[in-house]
């Protein structure tokens, strides 16, 4: 039983991991303007579908209204907060599935198989995601 859970712990620290590294190369690689028009647009894609969490209203008040030190610290800070939000990131599909896996393994965690990718892909062709 506890190594059971300090597996699941550990696989946390690494999805938690993984979001970090993440969201530090999207800030890296793109201009914060295109981050907040990509989170809008998803949140507005994911609100007209009916998904939607509390997580989604703040990122819109950042992305809308929040400074561009507010919304770098969202993304970055090690916090309990900001990794609370990281959850919900919704600046997804900014970087290219390649570079996502390469975060992943950074992470300690194994990229998706093909077959999810088609499965994901179907969702997302479908409006689902």
Known sequence: MKNTLEAL?????????FK?????????????ATI????????????SNGVWCSAHDEWRTLMQ???DEE????????????????QSPPYVGLL??????????????SPPSAES???ASALLAAGFI
């Open 20 to 32: 970090l590294l993440s969201s530090k190369d999207i800030l890296a690689k793109f201009e914060l």
């Open 117 to 119: 990718m088609e499965k």
């Open 96 to 109: 290219s599935q390649e570079r996502r896996n390469e975060l992943i393994i950074e992470a300690g965690l």
């Open 65 to 67: 209204s929040g400074s």
């Open 71 to 86: 919304i770098i610290l969202a993304m970055t800070d090690p916090g309990e907060n900001a990794n609370r939000l990281r």
């Open 9 to 17: 712990l550990n696989q946390h620290d690494k999805i938690d991991r």
């Open 36 to 47: 907040r028009a990509r989170s809008l647009s998803n949140l507005d894609r994911w609100n």
